[in-house]
Nanobody, 126 residues
């Protein structure tokens, strides 16, 4: 039974930082993709960042243009945890943030291609 549990959201002032975490359990694939998505109120869900994990993908990453240079995605295998370091946050970063896991190591921005999702953690930037 695969579970993804996010944490680390909260309220932060513009220009500040947050680190989101996503603990993954029940997952044993060796080559797969992990991603962060967000959905602001009244807007469509969008891909924020992704990382291809394992020898096939080699750790390649993707970032949405809106977060490049500000956000960093990383993974700690020993802790089964995915992170999203968010620096220089802006009010437009306000959204519910979700982590997701895909059985394919070929990452995509299409949320429908991800097999498992967390419940989300709210980020509010003022």
């Amino acid at each position: 039974h695969v579970q993804l549990v996010e944490s680390g959201g909260g309220s932060v002032q513009a220009g500040g930082s947050l680190r989101l975490s996503c603990v993954v359990s029940g997952w044993s694939d060796r080559n797969y993709c992990m991603g962060w998505f967000r959905q602001a109120s009244g807007k469509d869900r969008e891909a924020v960042a992704s990382i291809s994990i394992g020898s096939m993908g080699g750790g390649s990453t993707y970032y949405a243009d809106s977060v490049k240079g500000r956000f960093t995605i990383s993974q700690d295998n020993a802790k089964n945890t995915l992170y999203l370091q968010m620096n220089s946050v802006r009010p437009e970063d306000t959204a519910m943030y979700y982590c997701a896991a895909a059985r394919s190591w070929r990452c995509t921005t299409l949320g429908d291609r991800f097999n498992f999702w967390g419940q989300g953690t709210q980020v509010t930037v003022s």
